[in-house]
């Protein structure tokens, strides 16, 4: 979230964070020079918010009680508590937040902590805008669908109740946003089990995220056993190369001939894990990049008039380039191990995504 109100290029100030795990703190004050708060947000009180008297809340709860590999126990988590605490508190506030983003996992558009968010928010005039989006949609080769919702603290009376809101929500599934009435290929309702997804930018190739291929992958390579008791595609999550589970890429492109059901065939391929790197890259933290893939081929280079049609006040959605990341690199301490790499950057989110909808969606009109 840090990173990504940077890459926005949104004039705000982190006035402190809130984490406790341990790891992760280390990782974001060797970056932002900031000491994160400990203390678990399920036992703070108003007066413990009020002090920093903060106008934007940027969320991420634990995505647990609501992934499909879980037990989808929703509000009844442990893990949700620090959030529903959250809900509870905002009335009681001196300074309530005018601002607040959350992202988590698909499926926490169908759940009951969600549901208990928008009314709350509702019941304290916020206006509301939800999406579930993936970084293919802005150019990026990573298929990792989110939840976002972005609100704003209104002083105009709500046209609608608040408790028709979780029912009737308007879910975005593309990117840029269209208008709400224009079609309804473009949003979900509560009741759609799989959201459309329309890409609007060129998705770059898988290459221009990858390391050189003169990088030593040696530590990184799949051992014989695995590939051939059990080769599986997944995602970048928490366990990563932990179970040897996982997506794959190879280290030898001169090997072309190969058969996904006969695993000996694929020996020659050099397959490998990503690296912590390479993930990195996927969710568009602002790291080393292989410039000369990117200078060379101008990628994305002629995209940036895909979207005049799109409502937004002039500030229109950009297709993802490196060079738009800023200046500023992350980094991790040299203690951290490729383990703890991949546990962090699998509970991450991505960077650009969520600095895209900060500055079109929630941010807009204050930089107008």
């Not at 009737?168 to 759609?192: G, M, Q, R, V, Y």
């Not at 490998?272 to 990117?294: D, G, K, Q, S």
Request: hydrophobic fraction near 35%; include cysteine; glycine fraction near 4%.
């Amino acid at each position: 979230m840090h990173l990504a109100l940077k890459v926005s290029g949104v004039a705000g100030q982190v006035v402190n964070s809130f984490d406790v795990n341990i790891v992760a703190n280390a990782v974001y004050k060797h970056n932002f020079n900031i000491e994160p708060i400990k203390t678990s947000i399920d036992v703070l009180k108003p007066q413990d918010i009020d002090k920093h008297n903060a106008n934007c809340w940027l969320l991420s709860p634990p995505c647990q009680p609501y992934t499909r590999g879980g037990k989808l126990l929703d509000d009844k988590d442990n893990r949700a508590k620090p959030l529903l605490h959250l809900i509870e508190l905002l009335p009681q506030l001196r300074y309530p937040p005018k601002f607040i983003f959350v992202e988590n996992v698909l499926n926490f558009e169908k759940s009951k902590c969600r549901e208990k968010l928008v009314r709350q928010l509702c019941h304290l005039n916020y206006s509301i805008t939800e999406c579930l989006l993936s970084p293919l949609q802005f150019g990026i080769p990573n298929d990792r669908l989110r939840y976002y919702l972005a609100a704003q603290r209104s002083h105009a009376a709500r046209a609608q109740p608040a408790e028709e809101y979780p029912s009737t929500a308007f879910i975005h599934t593309t990117w840029p946003f269209f208008p709400a009435d224009e079609s309804a290929t473009t949003a979900t309702t509560l009741s759609t089990s799989k959201p459309s997804m329309t890409q609007t930018f060129k998705v770059s190739t898988l290459d221009y995220f990858l390391q050189s291929p003169r990088s030593n992958f040696n530590e990184f390579l799949v051992p014989r056993e695995y590939l051939i008791k059990n080769l599986q595609g997944f995602r970048f999550g928490r366990y990563y190369n932990r179970f040897r589970m996982g997506s794959l890429t190879r280290t030898n492109p001169k090997q072309v001939e190969y058969d996904f059901s006969n695993p000996v065939s694929l020996l020659n391929l050099g397959i490998r894990f990503f690296t912590p790197l390479e993930i990195a890259r996927l969710h568009t933290f602002p790291v080393e990049w292989e410039w000369e893939y990117w200078n060379d081929n101008n990628v994305n280079g002629d995209d940036r008039d895909l979207n005049n049609k799109q409502p937004n006040n002039g500030k229109l959605p950009r297709t993802f380039h490196p060079n738009l990341l800023g200046s500023d690199k992350f980094t991790f301490p040299e203690n951290i191990t490729n383990i703890q790499k991949y546990r962090l950057l699998g509970n991450s989110l991505n960077v650009w995504v969520v600095a895209e909808l900060f500055r079109c969606v929630l941010f807009m009109e204050e930089q107008n």
